[in-house]
């Protein structure tokens, strides 16, 4: 069984910064594509980016210029840097990778339990 384990959530005021990382407990051989979602109460799912095995991103609207995604693929992690945060960035961050291919074989889609990001003052 592979699993993905999200860190770096927590409480930040209005305007401050956090990083999120992601790590596969497992040794993994191979990913395509990494992402990070979200999910605030009461509301469904949304990407917030990702990032494919050649390094190309793509952001939500709603995120772009205040985030970045990053992947160490010799570390089979990825990270999301976030700056400039908006209470209405307040929800669970989880991370997803596609395309993972370890010992045990291949995984089509792994998701993290979730990290909770809170933006208050």
């Known amino acids: 069984q592979v699993r993905l384990v999200e860190s770096g959530g927590g409480l930040v005021q209005p305007g401050g910064s956090l990083r999120l990382s992601c790590a596969a407990s497992?040794?993994?051989?191979?990913?395509?594509?990494m992402g990070w979602y979200r999910q605030a109460p009461g509301k469904e799912r949304e990407v917030v980016a990702d990032i494919n095995s050649r390094g190309s991103t793509n952001y939500a609207d709603s995120v772009k210029g205040r985030f970045t995604i990053s992947r160490d693929n010799a570390k089979n992690m990825v990270y999301l840097k976030m700056n400039s945060l908006k209470p209405e960035d307040t929800a669970v961050y989880h991370c997803?990778?596609?395309?993972?291919?370890?010992?045990?074989?291949?995984?089509?889609?792994?998701w993290g339990q979730g990290t909770l990001v809170t933006v208050s003052s």
């Open positions: 997803k990778v596609t395309g993972l291919v370890t010992k045990l074989g291949y995984h089509p889609e792994v």
């Open positions: 497992r040794i993994i051989l191979s990913i395509n594509n």
